[in-house]
């Protein structure tokens, strides 16, 4: 993974900001490079960021999606399960759904 230095003055990718694999630096030039300074100078930091767990996944959804579409048409193996798996059952009554009301 690659450190991100966001180049905003907000952002809705607050979960990356809390795991520390995104940096929002801003709009402002000098903090701009400031930042990017600081990644390429100490990279005690930037392996920081690097290590970091990233909550957006590992970069690799792409070839996940092609190994279940090449199971789905009998032309592979089932891919392994990647993340937390989430039964529908458990997402309708997570959504306020009760049990009773069944899949839909």
């Known amino acids: 993974m690659k450190p991100v230095l966001v180049c905003r ?3 809705e990718r607050h ?3 809390r ?3 995104l940096r929002l630096v801003g709009t ?3 903090a701009i490079e400031q930042n990017a300074l600081e990644l390429l100078d100490h990279p005690e930091e930037r392996a920081r960021m690097v290590d970091a767990v990233n909550p957006f996944g590992d970069g690799h959804a792409a070839e996940r999606i092609v190994a279940a579409f090449e199971h789905l048409l009998g032309e592979g193996p089932a891919p392994e399960q990647f993340g937390p798996s989430f039964s529908r059952r458990e997402v309708l009554e997570f959504a306020g ?3 009773e009301q069944g899949p839909r």
Do not use: I, N
Request: aromatic share 6%; hydrophobic share 25%; net charge negative.
């Open 9 to 11: 003055d907000v952002t």
């Open 28 to 30: 402002d030039p000098q």
């Open 97 to 99: 759904y009760g049990a």
């Open 19 to 21: 795991a520390g694999t």
């Open 15 to 17: 979960e990356g900001l």
